[in-house]
């Protein structure tokens, strides 16, 4: 079967989920973009990547080239019947999940996940929380956490892109969410505390969803402030060169959090409308005190993180 993975839209911050897995598939990888593609040539080379900005006027050529598809974004029933109809093609359409979190259950935003023709899934939690939303998905295929390998075997260069921070110091990584349909994320509520409480004894590393700056850009570009031990990362898919660095992880219901699960370090979190399993994994931030007071070097949580860990990702 020939495969080709697919990136289309602005949304960056899906190349560091569709790239790796194109390089697992061995297949080249598509996107729409100027910018996502130049940032799959600089982050992602091990990956042939093409730029295809009239995507719209090649649906011809793909289905001549390849049978399966791959994207981060939910297949429209549509593009099914337009491979069939106009090119007599059974396409099949998979997607691929960009992050294991808790989201999903204020907001219907998992419901497409029964519309597609097969999708990607880290393992069982993932299963269980589409069993609990009573969603039927008509295929499936378990991937683990491929992304971690993909950073493994290519960890000498991807640490090599990380920020050069002072190892002396311990380093916080603040990993806020956007402002999706379930209102989960802390940045324009938190993030002016977290910065302008950061102490000269330790890092900060933002690394915000790029969905914050996309949607809110007065707020975001508001919320930016200027620090020598302040790393505001942007345009830098990756994360688990960051994550290798970071000593401690703060967020709210970032995908992040799970990630942040493989390297067994303490984690913290803002208080959110509906906690999910990840915050059974840490301690939650008390507003009345001083943020960096309360981080410990401590992880108390090492066994509720590795139970966690394997289920989602095993």
């Known amino acids: 079967m020939r495969s080709a993975a697919f990136n289309t839209g602005p949304d960056y911050h899906l190349l560091d989920h569709i790239a790796p897995l194109a390089e697992l598939m061995q297949c080249p990888l598509v996107v729409t973009e100027e910018l996502n593609y130049e940032l799959a040539k600089k982050f992602y080379p091990q990956v042939v990547t093409h730029f295809v900005p009239d995507l719209e006027f090649r649906f011809g050529e793909i289905a001549e080239q390849f049978d399966v598809l791959y994207e981060c974004k939910y297949w429209q029933p549509h593009l099914k019947a337009l491979f069939k109809t106009l090119y007599n093609k059974e396409m099949r359409l998979v997607f691929c999940p960009h992050g294991q979190s808790d989201k999903g259950y204020q907001a219907p935003v998992l419901a497409p996940y029964a519309l597609q023709d097969s999708v990607l899934v880290y393992g069982q939690l993932m299963l269980d929380m589409l069993k609990e939303l009573g969603i039927a998905v008509p295929s499936y295929t378990v991937v683990g956490n491929y992304r971690l390998k993909f950073y493994q075997k290519y960890k000498e260069f991807y640490d090599g892109l990380a920020p050069r921070i002072d190892r002396s110091k311990r380093t916080l990584l603040y990993a806020p969410t956007w402002c999706d349909l379930d209102d989960a994320s802390s940045f324009f509520k938190k993030g002016a505390k977290v910065i302008s409480e950061l102490p000269d004894d ?43 660095i970071a000593d401690v992880f703060l967020g709210d219901s970032s995908s992040v959090g799970y990630d942040f699960l493989a390297f067994e370090k303490p984690l913290y979190f803002f208080p959110s409308k509906r906690l999910g399993r990840l915050h059974s994994c840490g301690t939650m931030i008390d507003d009345a005190k001083p943020i960096y007071h309360q981080l410990e070097k401590e992880n108390r949580y090492i066994e509720d993180q590795r139970s966690l860990y394997r289920k989602a990702f095993n």
């Open 202 to 244: 330790w890092n900060l590393i933002l690394k915000v969803h790029p969905l914050l700056k996309q949607r809110n850009p007065i707020q975001y570009e508001l919320a930016r402030l200027e620090k020598p031990n302040l790393f505001f990362l942007d345009e830098f898919p990756p994360v688990y060169p960051i994550l290798s």
